[in-house]
């Protein structure tokens, strides 16, 4: 996959922060409405983040979404990572496909290089540190 950040993974992240804010289970419905989506297309974010055990998902009435993880201990990037699969850090910049080992592009020194920037900027960046003042 190619990096990058989608609706999902925004979602995924803003709804990270809003479970780390409150501290407790929170309906589906509310969480949504806090974050401004639905019930549906929040699923489809959090579900990634039930699989990879940082909230738990409890079905009914009286369930909802908690946070069960530290948020010290997830990274941007584990997100991303989480909800979009693997980044691909031999992915072209030009073309959908691998970079090819021989003749590579212009811009793929200076790509991987920032690429490289890029991924551990959000690796050091952690759940945390977002609902932390600059």
Not at 3 to 29: K, P, Q
Not at 38 to 57: D, E, H, M, N
Not at 99 to 115: K, M, N
């Amino acid at each position: 996959m190619r990096l990058e950040i989608t609706r999902r993974s925004d979602l995924a992240t803003r709804a990270l922060l809003e479970l780390a804010r409150v501290g407790e289970r929170t309906r589906s419905s509310e969480l949504a409405d806090r974050i401004g989506t639905t019930s549906g297309f929040l699923s489809q974010a959090l579900t990634p983040l039930v699989s990879a055990g940082w909230i738990t998902s409890v079905p009914g009435r009286s369930g909802g979404y908690e946070l069960i993880a530290d948020p010290t201990r997830i990274n941007l990037l584990d997100i991303i990572e989480a909800v979009e699969g693997p980044t691909d850090r031999g992915h072209c910049v030009l073309e959908d496909r691998p970079c090819a080992r021989s003749g590579q592009c212009v811009l793929h020194q200076p790509w991987s290089r920032a690429r490289t920037q890029l991924t551990a900027e959000l690796a050091g960046t952690t759940l945390a540190s977002l609902g932390e003042p600059a």
